[in-house]
């Protein structure tokens, strides 16, 4: 795990980020698919953010607004721009009560101040959790960010805290091969195979059951939600970005076009069975994607 482990998992829990080793990443459908198949839960996205990093959102088989987002790493990359590869990640990695492992001390303070660097995070929200490692490990962060990055550290008060952030930002901001094949494959594949969601409700699902659909599937299942009355350019264009859309009907052409896995259609159905009938649809949809045999 990247961070979060602390709390045992106690609070209210959306996403978990961990990291895993390069060789196995190719995999990872496979391997959250077999897990969440033992532990009654299912697979219904996996959205590739980075070459290097995968969002799969998971949800209870018998409860799908019971969803949780397994955000995994292999090199921590941001905008393409090679931040923390796996081995330097899994290195010195320290076991977990409960079983898995958590980073080291000393790696959990560097990815969390690149990470900070990288999203340009106001020192305000993340200097004092920063300051807070004993000296021993802020003394490795120092040194690794002067050797890797040429940043140097003036000391941990928030105003200097505050200017090394801002300068390793500066270093990690200009994106890295965006136009390289693997960056251009998942652009590509991203279109070709929307991860939206168009749902037709037809005049039998009531706006109840409507409003509930938004309220499970927005959120980690999809970006964003919208309810249109027809699709034209900005509706195709939503699908691509991940939305989750709900129209009363759809022409035969616009279904034809989007395909099977992209449609929806539950004027037909009933209430009861509109809210796991999307999920079963998501699942089906994303084993197929991802080629995992069931």
């Not at 022409?251 to 539950?266: H, K, T």
Request: neutral net charge; hydrophobic residues 40%; charged residues 30%.
């Amino acid at each position: 795990m990247l961070h979060g482990w602390d709390d045992d998992f106690e609070g209210e829990l959306s996403d978990i980020d961990y990291v895993i080793d390069r060789g196995s990443f190719g995999n990872l459908p496979e391997i959250v698919e077999s897990y969440c198949r033992r532990s009654g839960w299912r697979m219904c996205q996996v959205l590739r953010h980075e070459t290097t990093a995968a969002f799969c959102v998971c949800s209870s088989i018998a409860d799908p607004s019971m969803v949780v987002a397994l955000d995994a790493c292999s090199d921590y990359r941001r905008n393409g721009t090679l931040l923390m590869g796996s081995e330097e990640l899994l290195g010195s990695r320290q076991a977990l009560p409960w079983g898995g492992f958590r980073l080291s001390d000393r790696t959990e303070l560097k990815y969390r101040f690149i990470k900070a660097a990288a999203k340009r995070k106001p020192v305000d929200e993340i200097g004092s959790e920063l300051a807070a490692y004993d000296l021993e490990v802020r003394g490795a962060c120092v040194d690794w960010l002067l050797n890797n990055w040429q940043v140097e550290m003036e000391g941990w008060s928030m105003p200097q805290i505050g200017r090394s952030l801002e300068s390793l930002f500066e270093k990690t901001r200009k994106p890295v091969g965006f136009l390289g094949f693997s960056s251009m494959t998942r652009i590509v594949d991203r279109v070709l195979r929307p991860s939206g969601l168009v749902v037709i409700c037809g005049e039998r699902l009531s706006e109840p059951v409507v409003d509930r659909l938004h309220e499970v599937f927005r959120g980690l299942y999809f970006r964003r939600g919208e309810r249109r009355r027809g699709m034209g350019l900005k509706g195709l264009v939503s699908v691509v970005r991940s939305t989750f859309i709900t129209v009363p009907r759809l022409n035969g052409a616009v279904r034809r076009f989007l395909g099977r896995g992209v449609v929806l259609d539950l004027a037909s159905e009933n209430d009861s069975d509109s809210v796991l009938a999307v999920a079963d649809h998501l699942h089906v949809r994303c084993l197929k994607r991802e080629g995992v045999e069931v």
